[in-house]
Structures are given as C-alpha cells and as structure tokens.
C-alpha cells in the first residue's frame, strides 16, 4: 500500500503517557476546532470511499494493539456522522474489555454481551439512544466468559443484518487485531475497517501485524487514523491536545 511508507515515517515507538481513549477526548464545546476539522476530514473521505457502496455502510473500527485511540475514535466519528443528519448507531464490540457506556455516560447492565447469549431475543431491548448526541448506541454489557464464541454467532449477523435496514451508517468499535481474532471475525460482515494508530506508540512491525491479519482475512482497508501527532510550530513540537488524520 502507497500509504505505508509515509506512516511508518511518523510512527515511532512506544512512549506514552495518556491514553488515547479518554473521556476528554470525546468531542465537546472545549474540543480544539483543528480535532473538530480532523474528524470531518475523516467523515468526507469515508464516506467518498464507501460511496459505491448501497445502502447502510458498516464501518468497523480497530488498532494494532491496546491505547491507541480506537474507542475515541470509533465515538467520534459516530457523531460526527450524525451531526450531518445521518441515522447512526455505534456498538462496542470489545466485550472483554468495554469502554462506550463511560464515554457516552450510560449504565452498562445490558448490552451486546446479552443480546448475543441470547438473554434478549430482540436486539432493541438493548439500543440506547444518547439525545446529546442524536445518535444510537449498544453498549457491551458485563463481560462474558465467552466473548470470541459470541461474536463469531448468527446471532452477530442478524443483528447487523437488522440494524442496517435502520441505519445509515454502523460503526463498531472492536478489540485489538493483534490481541484477539474477534476483529477480523466481525470484519467479515462490514463494509470495511479503519485502523488506528498512534505516534511514539505504535510499532511499524505491530502495524504490519495488523494489516496482514486483516488481509488474510479479506478485510477491506478503508483506511488509517493516526492519532496523537505531533505538529512543528514556531521552531518546537508542541505535543496537541488530540489530533486525528485521515490517510487513504
């Protein structure tokens, strides 16, 4: 891929010391206007990239390994779709490890977990709707024993299956590729996935792990979100509050 060698030129090594996914980072009336611009900038070009696509566009959403910002990036861009009058729903599919219902402050007693082991028969007992943000979301749920064997179900099927006759866009936000198989496994019913990744964190032999896993699995790249970058200003690097880019 053409986009390869200019990313690995701006990914480093592993040096952090906040986590990409934090509350603060969900977009809010303090958010920077260059982060707002960012994620719109994202939103354009996916939309530019699934436009061949009909009907409701399944976006999936993961990173290489853990801290590098899929979560917040997965909200973001989530409303960021439905700010432009999209119907948009956002699911966390990383049942071992499940972060929305912090971010979009709501309770976290049912969720994905739940509908798939079959505890919930229809997949609207467990969508929340966040008025905030004029979007929908499912949420994980307590974390099951079982999580790779639930996500792989029919059950996971039909429920994108029934969610796409309801919305514009389904934006999943799934556990790392390089930790877990459940990405790919749930790559197999979307329109594509969209990879994170961070400055001074993400390795260039991690990211490579990545891209293959996701080949192997015939999984259309959408694209790369790299976040945490750091801009040249007045002479000096000034590490930003929280920028994402878009690369295709």
Same mark, same amino acid.
């Given at each position: 891929m053409a986009i390869l060698s200019n990313l690995k030129e701006r990914i480093f090594h592993r040096n952090v010391t906040e986590d990409s996914d934090s509350v603060q980072n969900i977009i809010n009336p303090d958010t920077p206007f260059r982060v707002i611009e960012a994620y719109k900038t994202a939103r354009t070009n996916l939309m530019f990239t699934l436009a061949g696509e009909s009907g409701c566009k399944r976006i999936i959403v993961t990173s290489p390994i853990s801290r590098e910002g899929k979560s917040t990036t997965a909200i973001n861009l989530a #409303?960021?779709?439905?700010?432009?009058?999209? %119907? =948009?729903? =956002?699911? @966390?599919? @990383?049942? %071992? +490890?499940? +972060?929305?219902? #912090?971010?979009?402050?709501?309770?976290? @007693? =049912?969720?994905?977990?739940?509908?798939?082991?079959?505890?919930k028969s229809d997949y609207h007992e467990v969508v929340r709707h966040i008025p905030h943000y004029n979007l929908d979301c499912i949420t994980g749920g307590p974390v099951p024993p079982n999580p790779s064997e639930l996500l792989i179900s029919s059950a996971m099927g039909k429920l994108l299956d029934g969610l796409s006759e309801e919305y514009d866009y389904i934006i999943v936000d799934s556990p790392p590729v390089n930790l877990v198989t459940d990405s790919v496994s749930i790559a197999e019913h979307m329109s594509g996935a969209l990879l994170v990744v961070r400055q001074n964190y993400t390795t260039s032999e991690s990211l490579n792990q990545a891209i293959s896993a996701l080949e192997f699995g015939k999984i259309k790249i959408l694209g790369y979100v790299l976040n945490a970058s750091e801009n040249l200003r007045r002479g000096t690097y000034k590490k930003s509050y929280y920028k994402s880019g878009y690369y295709k």
């Open positions: #409303i960021t779709f439905a700010q432009t009058g999209a %119907r =948009v729903i =956002v699911i @966390d599919a @990383d049942l %071992r +490890r499940p +972060r929305l219902h #912090i971010y979009l402050e709501q309770k976290n @007693d =049912v969720g994905m977990a739940q509908y798939l082991g079959g505890f």
